[in-house]
């Protein structure tokens, strides 16, 4: 699938489950062509959000968009298979929820799917550098993952940085992916940084239903607007 980078990847995180299909049309109709699914389960990070049941509606509600599943689960290797039958494009794993990364890797790729890799804030690019020929993805987490609606954490630029020039110095094809507190406030500094994809919770959906939940549609699209306009500065 080609996209126009840099991406713009709502995280349903932060839609309102009640009115998921309204929610996903709202940032299909402003554009939007990439879809961020939270996956939690209350032991990799201390929050539950949902699994392979949902993440298979939502992109039944968006068969044109790309699904990028962000697994922030124990034993991810048990699920592989089940978040590849829900329609998954991308399955991006931590790498500190396995033990055989590459093996993992392997397995997201024999399913069909393309696979990406996730790092936590306090972990360093080098311990994925030897696998970096072998994913699509690279997913730098911003915040600790677990909650969306946090702050970013501005050190974590250093790490796009650094694996923008990896990808150059290599010759590789993955995507830098940055995930947590992004906002129209950061979008221009997390784009000149390097970053190909940049997901947004709160700032997608943040607004909506406060005052009348008939404008629901308007605020996403808006947000939707201004985070684009900031990213591309
Ligand atoms: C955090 C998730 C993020 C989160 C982003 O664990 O991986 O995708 O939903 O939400 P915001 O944009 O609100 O930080
Ligand atoms: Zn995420």
Redesign the pocket.
């Known amino acids: 699938m080609d996209f126009n980078l840099p991406v713009l990847a709502p995280?349903l995180?932060?839609s309102d489950f009640l009115h998921l299909q309204d929610d996903i049309q709202a940032c299909l109709d402003s554009g939007i062509t990439w879809l961020?699914c939270?996956i939690?389960d209350g032991h990799f990070?201390p929050?539950i959000s949902y699994g392979p049941a949902i993440t298979k509606s939502i992109g039944e509600a968006a068969p044109e968009a790309f699904l990028d599943v962000?697994l922030?689960i124990e034993q991810p290797e048990l699920y592989i298979d089940a978040f590849a039958d829900a329609g998954a494009d991308m399955i991006t794993v931590h790498q500190e929820a396995t033990r055989h990364l590459h093996r993992l890797i392997q397995q997201i790729r024999d399913a069909q799917v393309q696979p990406g890799v996730a790092i936590n804030p306090a972990t360093p690019v080098q311990v994925i550098e030897p696998i970096l020929s072998e994913v699509d993805l690279v997913l730098v987490?911003s915040?600790?993952?677990?909650?969306?609606?946090?702050a970013f954490i501005p050190e974590t630029l250093e790490k796009v940085k650094r694996l923008y020039t990896l990808r150059e110095e290599n010759d590789l094809g993955f995507l830098i992916e940055i995930?947590?507190?992004?906002?129209i406030e950061n979008a221009r500094a997390i784009v000149d940084a390097g970053t190909d994809v940049m997901?947004?919770?709160?700032?997608?959906f943040r607004g909506k239903g406060v005052t009348d939940i008939s404008n629901t549609d308007q605020i996403i699209s808006n947000n939707i607007q201004k985070l684009q306009t900031a990213m591309s500065g």
């Open positions: 995280s995180l932060a961020h939270d939690m990070v929050n962000h922030m987490m915040v600790n993952p677990g909650f969306g609606g946090q995930d947590g507190g992004a906002g997901v947004a919770g709160s700032s997608v």
